[in-house]
């Protein structure tokens, strides 16, 4: 079904490299190439704003694997290539550098990339983005020396990197275009309880308002101007706005995009030959109720274990209960299922307190649930929510609700 | 450094040197070595890097915390009374000659 050419996957991030794993796991005997525009080996991302931008910048941490694990596996990994154009009638890619590379089926694992800040001083000196191992190394060494710090929107990474920075003793300010931190992802009640956390921690809020322009001297930012002419100082600026798909290689070769590379529930594209995985892709989803693109591990993961299987000749349409982490200061907060813009939501625990659960109602069932400091409730969560049994939040609310329990009943 | 050593389910021994302080999941996958996953990267989310341990050693480890055994409740082949999760296991002095059994799959 795969032609001689083997599997060509572009992008080597957590989706990449986890197909090129699932692949030779289920004994796929063809040729693995995993192309990537870094250089180096696939690593992982989520340590970049929480224990690598603490620590020590300790490298050796991130790899997912050592070269010789590749090695052995025959699975190629090409760094520092970027993939320009894909012609899909002679089934190749073409590369920045003007090589061709043939492939019997392409995946586009190519993620995301950071979504620019289009105001003036967006690129002066101490003016930081991060994605790549490279910006976490020179925001962690930036951050031992800034005292002030202004972080530019309020998702996970920037709240990530804001409790690091906090944590550290700097004076750090929260700039927000909507008045729920990570309110694309979470319930209004998490939201505002990590609000109230990080204020506890001395981080400020500027919420419900943008930003005009970065200020400077004639090199280096000074401060951030707001849409309501105040001024807060910083010296170190990171920008964390969200991102856009990379979906531009699909949609110049003519296949759909939608807020990423559109596939199928078996991630297939409209070409037999192609299919696209992990952050880039947007794909239904029966827990969402419709297409979504998720930008998580368990995502990336998932999503690289059905293709395998499909490309081995076992496919299954890809169902699978979302889930996520974030570590922010002392909090480690968890999602299972989705959560976002669920109006009925029942908390069970005092949400100031360092650990607690929110249930979040859809259609009046269950729909996700949020903990922080929770990890049991999470793993619980997580297989309840498999299951699709109904649970109502009356029962939720009884005060003898107990969700292993009840997670126990729902799987027996 | 510790001498780590881990059997793999047909019968496989490999032993690896551990730097003190490094969890037996890093090692393994930092050298590569199989049946070891650690989707999660060693966060305690996802229970791929389940091993049982030889019960007359199960003493030299700490108790495990209640989420390490909430995620135990998870694994791909159930859980035996000497179940752990390597991310959680750091490694001491105290555990040279230390042997992890890896299980027949973890996902």
Redesign the interface.
Known sequence: MIGPAGVLIVGAGQAGY?LAVSLREGGYAGRVRLVGDEQGLPY?R??LSKSYLQGDGNA??L????Q??FD?HAIEVRGDTRVVAIDREARRVITATDEMLEYGHLVLATGTRNRPLPVPGHDLAGVHALRTQAEAEALRVAMHAADAIVVIGAGFLGLEAAAVAAARGAQVDVVETTLLPMGRAITAVMSEAFIRQHQRQGIRFHLGTGVVRLLGDSVRVTGVELADGTVLPGSLVLVCIGVIPNAELAADAGLPVANGVVVDENLATEDPDISAIGDCAAYPNRYAGGMVRLES?QNA?DHA?CLAARLLGKPAPYHVVP?F?SDQGDWKL?IAGFTAGCQIVVPRGDTDSRDFTVYAFRDGRLAGVETVNR??DH??A??LLSTGAVITPEMVAAPDFDL?RATKAALS | MPEITFVQFHGARETLDVAVGNTIMFAATSHGLEGIVGECGGNAMCATCHVSVEPDQLHLLPAMTDDEDALLDGTAIMRQPNSRLSCQIHVTPALDGFVVHVPERQI
């Open positions: 986890q992982q989520p340590p050796d941490l790899p997912f694997r050592p010789t694990f052995k591990v993961v274990r889930w982490w968890q990890p049991s793993v619980a997580r297989r292993r």
